[in-house]
C-alpha cells in the first residue's frame, strides 16, 4: 500500500500565494506521473498539473503562468507552487500518484485532500 499526504493548504487573499507539497510513502519501487487535482463545490473533479518522471509538465489552462508542479524523487514528494491566486481557485486539492511496486504491478493512489480558500 502507498499513502500520500498533502500539506500546505490554508486560507489566502486574491493574489497571494501558497505552497503545496504531497508526500509518498509504504511500498514504493517507481513513482512515475504525479500530479494535482481540485474540487470545487457542486463541480466534478479536475486536473490542474501534471508531473511525469522525466519532468515533463502538463497544466490546466486556467492555471496556466501562475501555477507550477515540480517533484523531488528523493523525497517521494510533489509540490506545487500557487501565485497570483483567484477566487475560483477555491477547491479542496488532491495530490494523485501512479505507482509501480517493483513486482510490475501500477496503480493510481489519492490523497486525502487539503482545502485552499482564496477570500479577502
Known amino acids: 500500500q502507498v499513502q500520500l499526504v498533502e500539506s500546505g493548504g490554508g486560507l489566502v487573499q486574491p493574489g497571494g500565494s501558497l505552497r503545496l507539497s504531497c508526500a509518498a510513502s509504504?511500498?514504493?519501487?517507481?513513482?512515475?506521473?504525479m500530479g494535482w487535482y481540485r474540487q470545487a463545490p457542486g463541480k466534478e473533479r479536475e486536473l490542474v498539473a501534471v508531473i511525469t518522471s522525466g519532468n515533463n509538465r502538463n497544466y490546466a489552462d486556467a492555471v496556466k503562468g501562475r501555477v507550477t508542479i515540480s517533484r523531488d524523487d528523493a523525497k517521494n514528494t510533489v509540490l506545487l507552487q500557487m501565485n497570483s491566486l483567484k477566487p475560483e481557485d477555491t477547491a479542496v486539492y488532491y495530490c494523485?500518484?501512479?505507482?509501480?511496486?517493483?513486482?510490475?504491478?501500477?496503480?493510481?493512489?489519492w490523497g486525502q485532500g487539503t482545502q485552499v480558500t482564496v477570500s479577502s
Open positions: 509504504g511500498n514504493i519501487f517507481r513513482l512515475n506521473r
Open positions: 494523485n500518484a501512479d505507482v509501480s511496486n517493483g513486482l510490475g504491478v501500477r496503480r493510481t493512489y
